[in-house]
């Protein structure tokens, strides 16, 4: 059951939530793709 507290600030933490993520993912994949080239 999903009580309604209105649309803005659960919106806004999904979005905060799942933001940070994708730049943590961005950030992980450049060095992992820096850490390669850097072996050959």
Known sequence: MV???GVE???A???A???IQLSYIRKSRFLISQ???NEN
Request: aromatic residues 20%; positive net charge.
């Open 35 to 37: 850490s390669n080239s």
């Open 9 to 11: 600030p659960p919106t």
């Open 3 to 5: 009580r309604m507290g």
């Open 13 to 15: 933490w999904f979005v």
């Open 17 to 19: 939530r799942y933001s």
